[in-house]
């Protein structure tokens, strides 16, 4: 992730090349982290456990490890070290 800026606000940059789906983390005063609501996917395209060894590492919590969902790959659900819950995805084991 790269942090950008510009007009008085501050996101992350996801990773993404071309014309590849990509997305941004917005820094502002009133988002707050939440486990409620919206649960976000992630993909971890093949490196889902290497992606679950680094929630860990920075201080987030797995709450539900990698598991299946049939057709649509692996998931796990994560609490992230700010206090937001997340999907992590991935079509490869």
């Known amino acids: 992730m790269s942090k950008e800026g510009d007009g008085g606000f501050t996101f992350g940059l996801l990773p993404h090349s ?13 988002n707050e982290p939440s486990q409620k609501g919206r649960l976000v996917y992630l993909s971890v395209e093949g490196q889902m456990d290497a992606a679950l060894a680094e929630v860990e590492r ?14 649509h790959g692996f998931r796990a659900i994560i609490i992230d070290s700010e206090g937001s819950k997340i999907a992590l995805h991935s079509h490869a084991e």
């Open 18 to 30: 071309e014309q590849n789906a990509s997305g941004c983390l917005v820094e502002k005063d009133d």
């Open 58 to 71: 920075n201080n987030g919590e797995v709450v539900s490890p990698k598991h299946s969902i049939g057709p």
